[in-house]
């Protein structure tokens, strides 16, 4: 059984390249509870908080029960669920799933492939990452629910369809002249960019192509607020902030709350701005909430 294209197939409700990384996020928590603990089960009362927590933090705006993928990730055969009456699931139901003390793990098969070939734990992760969520993403999501992969394990082609264009960097950053299209940063050392990258505005995982139209030139840490959701890009090509992002601090002030409807910096003339449709996608599926009101001087 090819554990990995399994993996890669997992059924997700999708419409119009909308966001639904529910199981792919279950999966990965159950994964880190088996490098943890091989016996492991995840009694669903016992885990819901952290489930609604990894959903809030990285899912779609809309909310949504982790019942859902608890339930549901049963038909794709990489996992099972038991209660206090034998096996199988009592549905998506919360109040059901917590009164009959139910308790889901990965399924059998899969617990007997990880343990006779304990690479496969971090492959399969790479592939829910690669597919689901940006690389800017992927170490912070990794800590989040406690998963420790190797930086030199690797995805089949296979699995994940799709090779990254290694070109996108150079041609975003020579599009916004090697600055960050948000606050202007444009650091070397010597003749070599530091802190810069090309940043999906659709992201990679969800069709965005790897083209200047989808691109911005964004220091780091405009880039991680970019894929987070605090920082987005409207109409007239001016940023967006967040209403739902604090911060107290001077830098938290200057950095991030002042961007708020300025225009973007570039790209340079003759090159095409940020196309509508990624746009769009991005305000729908990662920007979260409302974007700040933009203050008059």
């Not at 990965?28 to 927590?53: C, I, N, P, W």
């Amino acid at each position: 059984m090819d554990w990995l294209e399994r993996t890669a197939k997992l059924r997700q409700w999708t419409r119009s390249g909308a966001r639904a990384p529910h199981k792919p996020l279950l999966v990965l928590y159950a994964l880190a509870r088996f490098q943890q603990d091989a016996a492991d089960e995840l009694r669903y009362s016992a885990v819901e908080g952290d489930l609604k927590r990894l959903l809030a933090e990285y899912g779609p705006a809309n909310p949504t029960t982790p019942a859902y993928p608890f339930h549901h990730l049963v038909s794709d055969g990489v996992w099972e669920v038991r209660t206090d009456r034998g096996a199988g699931s009592p549905g998506t139901g919360v109040r059901e799933l917590r009164a009959t003390g139910a308790t889901g793990r990965l399924a059998p098969e899969l617990r007997s492939a990880l343990r006779r070939e304990p690479s496969l734990l971090g492959r399969m992760a790479r592939v829910l990452l690669d597919l689901n969520f940006p690389p800017s993403l992927h170490d912070e999501l990794c800590e989040t629910v406690g998963l420790e992969l190797q930086r030199a394990e690797t995805v089949e082609v296979s699995a994940v369809r799709r090779r990254r264009d290694r070109r996108m960097r150079e041609l975003v950053l020579t599009a916004y002249e090697y600055r960050c299209a948000f606050c202007g940063y444009d650091g070397r050392i010597g003749a070599v960019p530091v802190g810069l990258e090309a940043a999906h505005v659709r992201w990679w995982a969800f069709g965005g192509p790897d083209d200047v139209e989808n691109g911005l030139c964004l220091c780091s840490l405009h880039h991680k607020l970019l894929d987070k959701g605090v920082l987005g890009v409207g109409e007239g090509h001016r940023i967006l902030v967040s209403q739902s992002f604090v911060g107290h601090s001077a830098a938290a002030g200057e950095h991030v709350v002042a961007l708020a409807g300025r225009p973007l910096i570039g790209p340079q003339p003759g090159v095409r701005p940020i196309a509508p449709d990624h746009r769009a996608w991005h305000a729908s599926q990662v920007f979260h909430g409302s974007p700040r009101p933009v203050t008059v001087a």
